[in-house]
């Protein structure tokens, strides 16, 4: 199987979990809705799967921002995980690994789900908002169980798990769009459902002032798009605290750039729209065509990129994310981003013989002899050609925007590496979700103290703002925080023989020095 499928088998699963031991839950009134889940009473942990947090963005309202839904009557069971928006694929994959599964796709998919284990308590719990990945083409809530969090929080923190748009439904760009539509629209989803926290998470049992968003992958992306949206002043504020897990940045243009208006104008020749108002000709085109004309505009793109991601719009953003971390606009108070080792490699064809010059431009097409031939050399030392290029692949989509993320909270950061081999990117999802059942999903370091000393990191920040104020006791020495004078992050690794590894390490001076040279080059590289 091709690299680009295994990504995507091992990231598009399905999960529907009904405890043996279940009753159903009290009714939620959300005003609009009322909403009843289900009980595990073995677990103390009641869930909510599928509540509407957004009105169907279908017919008129495609392109456009998300908007409240309709009131409804009657009480709407929460038992089974809603329907995934319509999926995409990854660049130049040979194959579609979407034609088999069992939750259905849909454009009417802006659902989140809620877990939690307080539910009639007084007492308000930290909550956790995660924000799936996929490259802003892939996933669902139904991946991601959110009742494994509230178990590994030991039943301290509400869990909410959401959807967005995806590919060309959230992401298609182009003046166009700027005109008629709403540019970013999943972005949009997500803030919206993070509203729909702020306004309702009380009634589940979680408090809305200790709220974290966290998110893997496109979702650790998205966690810093939330970051940097309107110059770091959204208000009120959404969340008090960030988590990225493998932060995925892409070239981020501008709405009316080359990129964004040529994908439009392909969009819309496809659908056969290219004529005069071609946004309200693409309303009207079935939702399956469109999810067609998406997948193949994507296998279409550079192998291990994705074609429909986050522009710069001029309003949610302003301008580049990494210019905005590198001015210290940011939403949250502080952050814990942890990344692998090998991030970059199941996105680049390892089958290839390289110029690598060559494959810097056709990563960022903006960069010219100079740029490319100044990358190539910087990467000259580190193995072949094919390690090359995984490595700036490895550094300029993943680290190194981690880097500006940990520089613009100015010390109030922490900073980890999760190292057991071969530490590809998504490895460490089965930690956080055990549930986990995709391809690959086995545990690749089947050792509890090692499990619970990573994870209860993620889950004592949440609660607590410090990943050393533990929620649980575990085997990790003490997490200091990152910055500039000291450097210094948790390596998550194990020895030779086989024991957990957790140290303090100082942070690659050679990687350091890469991150700046992609730094110096972001308007090129649209980062």
């Known amino acids: 199987m091709a690299l680009a499928s295994l990504f995507h088998a091992a ?16 009714v939620v009134d959300l005003g609009y809705a009322r909403y009843q889940g289900v009980v595990d009473a073995k677990l103390n942990i009641t869930a909510f799967r599928g509540i509407r947090f957004a009105a169907p963005p279908t017919g008129r309202l495609r392109f456009q921002a998300p908007s409240s839904p309709s009131p409804v009557a009657g009480i709407q069971q929460a038992f089974d995980d809603p329907p995934q928006c319509y999926q995409g694929a990854l660049g130049a994959s040979a194959t579609n690994p979407l034609t088999t599964r069992d939750v259905d796709q849909t454009e009417d ?38 009742a494994d969090l509230v178990q590994d929080s030991n039943n301290e923190a509400v869990v909410v798990v959401i959807q967005y748009r995806l590919g060309l439904f959230g992401f298609l760009a182009g003046q166009e769009v700027k005109d008629g539509g709403a540019l970013n629209a999943g972005l949009l989803d997500q803030e919206f459902a993070l509203r729909w926290v702020q306004k309702n998470i009380h009634k589940f049992g979680g408090n809305g002032n200790k709220v974290t968003i966290w998110g893997e992958s496109a979702g650790a992306g998205s966690v810093l798009q939330h970051v940097v949206a ?10 008090r605290a960030a988590i990225t897990s493998s932060t995925f940045l892409p070239s981020q243009y501008g709405y009316a750039d080359t990129v964004p208006t040529t994908l439009f104008n392909d969009v819309a020749g ?9 946004l ?18 994507i296998l279409a793109g550079f192998f291990g990129t ?17 210019t905005a971390l590198s001015q210290g606009k940011v939403n949250g108070n502080i952050l814990l981003s942890v990344t692998n080792t090998n991030e970059g490699l199941i996105f ?7 110029d690598v010059a060559e494959y810097v431009r056709t990563l960022f097409p903006l960069f010219g002899a100079k740029e490319s031939d100044a990358a190539a050399a910087i990467y000259g030392s580190l193995g072949s050609p094919l390690d090359q290029v995984t490595q700036i692949m490895t550094d300029s989509i993943f680290l190194c925007p981690t880097y500006s993320l940990l520089d613009a909270f100015h010390g109030n950061a922490y900073k980890g590496e999760y190292a057991i081999a071969p530490a590809l990117h998504g490895q460490d999802l089965i930690n956080y979700f055990p549930s986990f059942t995709g391809f690959n999903s086995t545990l690749i370091y089947n050792n509890t103290a090692f499990v619970n000393a990573f994870t209860q990191g993620f889950l004592s920040f949440a609660a607590n703002l410090d990943p050393n104020d533990k929620l649980l006791p575990t085997i990790a020495p003490v997490w200091p925080k990152w910055s500039r004078a000291a450097e210094t992050e ?26 700046a040279f992609w730094k110096s080059v972001r308007h090129l590289a649209a980062q």
């Open 348 to 354: 680049v064809n390892q089958s290839v013989q390289y």
């Open 490 to 515: 948790i390596v998550f690794n194990r020895t030779a023989l086989g024991a957990p590894h957790i140290v303090p390490t100082h942070t690659s001076s050679a990687l350091l020095k890469r991150c």
């Open 230 to 239: 309107h110059n770091g002043k959204t208000s009120p504020p959404l969340f």
């Open 270 to 278: 496809q659908a056969g729209c290219n004529g005069t108002k071609p």
């Open 306 to 322: 994705f074609t429909f991601v986050p522009v710069i719009d001029g309003s949610f953003i302003t301008q580049s994310p990494t």
């Open 11 to 26: 990231l598009i699963f399905l999960v529907s979990i009904h405890p043996v031991n279940a009753a159903t839950a009290p």
């Open 109 to 146: 998919c802006l659902f989140l789900s809620v877990y939690s284990s307080s539910l009639n308590s007084t007492a308000s719990l930290p909550t956790i908002v995660w924000i799936h990945g996929g490259g802003y083409a892939t996933g669902s809530a139904s991946q991601y169980n959110g």
């Open 280 to 297: 309200n000709c693409l309303r009207t085109v079935d939702g399956a065509t469109l999810a067609n004309i998406n997948i193949n505009t």
